[in-house]
């Protein structure tokens, strides 16, 4: 039976992923050997890898002067590795939730952090602006978050700062474009929008690096990673593999231009019932509101109905709607490989809601 599957991370992978991946499990590229049971070292492995970076290069139009690296970790261990490489004694974050609290609680282990903008006051509900001005000229380099997963808020443009911009873009990477020049450093997780878990994007602009006189592990490092092509040690093979496979399915579909229509019109589709329906209330600001994770809560009159709601649609195969377990509520990721056809039962599903219980 069909599922419709909403999850924020992990998240759905397309059928061309997942179909590709297994082949390569069984046989890669005709080679009679499994992408999981060969070196990383080979030649096959080493095809795997080089590919991967281009595509990465080329869907993103990364310019010159930038590294792409696959690491381990996850985007928590960017929160450390980034400042561990760049912070020399300044660094400046904008505290837009949950994430970027944790990315400010690593910063502060090398050096001093100004935050200088949040929007805590109003439970993360929208992206605070107008903080550009007020960016100390001396800061190693400013962090942001585009992409809230949690509270559902995204930046709608990038922020125009005269020092390094660094961004964790773990959940929207790859749904629209995005100018790379204007940053210094972009990490992403790969398990919403890039592939599976276990593997870590990297894009870095070289010449930022060795600027700090700290010592710094070697895994750790970026040089290290750049250096050695990502492939100091070991790289997780079959999540790199998968990644390439999503990658090139954007390609086929039209790349990040089409990944953010598409994203658009599902996003919408959601919101527009949301906003339509009474039963719900949308709980990130309009203008602000993420096209990839859309976050809603019963209306006041409906509170006790929450979990009905989330039985109601169980019934109908559609899952993960279920809010973070931190803000509760509701939330429909929708990243690149959600299909329309789930976000219409989703929307089916509230409008015959509405018709049962209101
Ligand atoms: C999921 C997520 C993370 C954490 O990623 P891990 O890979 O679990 O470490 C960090 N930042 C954002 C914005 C996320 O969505």
Request: with cysteine.
């Amino acid at each position: 039976m069909k599922k419709h599957n909403f999850y924020a991370g992990p998240s759905r992978l397309s059928e061309y992923t997942l179909k590709a991946t297994a082949e390569a499990i069984g046989n890669l590229a005709g080679s009679g050997l499994s992408i999981m049971g060969i070196s990383h070292r080979s030649a096959e492995f080493k095809d795997v890898m080089d590919s991967s970076i281009e595509i990465v290069k080329e869907l993103l139009q990364v310019p010159e002067g930038y590294s792409v690296l696959f690491l381990q970790g996850g985007g928590s261990m960017q929160f450390c590795m980034a400042p561990y490489n760049l912070l020399d004694k300044h660094a400046t974050y904008v505290n837009t939730g949950i994430w970027a609290e944790n990315a400010i609680k690593e910063a502060k282990l090398f050096g001093e952090v100004e935050v200088i903008a949040s929007s805590e006051d109003k439970n993360f509900s929208y992206i605070p602006k107008n903080w550009e001005k007020n960016v100390n000229p001396q800061t190693s380099y400013v962090h942001i978050t585009t992409n809230n997963t949690i509270v559902g808020t995204q930046y709608k443009s990038d922020p125009v700062v005269s020092v390094p911009l660094v961004s964790d873009m773990s959940s929207d990477l790859f749904s629209r474009p995005v100018d790379i020049s204007k940053y210094a450093l972009i990490y992403a997780g790969a398990q919403k929008n890039i592939g599976p878990a276990g593997v870590t994007l990297v894009i870095v602009k070289d010449e930022l690096l060795g600027k700090v006189t700290r010592e710094i592990p070697t895994m750790l490092q970026y040089k290290t990673h750049i250096d050695k092509g990502s492939m100091y040690n070991t790289p997780p093979t079959v999540a790199v593999y998968a990644c390439l496979k999503t990658l090139e399915r954007y390609r086929q579909l039209g790349g990040v231009e089409a990944m953010h229509e598409r994203a658009n019109i599902k996003a919408q589709m959601i919101y527009n019932e949301i906003d339509r329906n009474q039963m719900f209330v949308g709980t990130a600001e309009v203008s602000d509101r993420s096209n990839m994770n859309i976050c809603f809560v019963m209306s006041e009159n409906y509170k006790e109905l929450e979990s009905t709601f989330l039985e109601f649609i169980a019934a109908r195969n559609i899952l993960g709607v279920k809010g973070h377990r931190l803000v509760g509520g509701f939330r429909a990721s929708s990243y690149n490989a959600q299909r329309e056809e789930s976000v219409k039962a989703l929307v089916k599903a509230m409008k015959d809601f509405e018709k049962r219980y209101k």
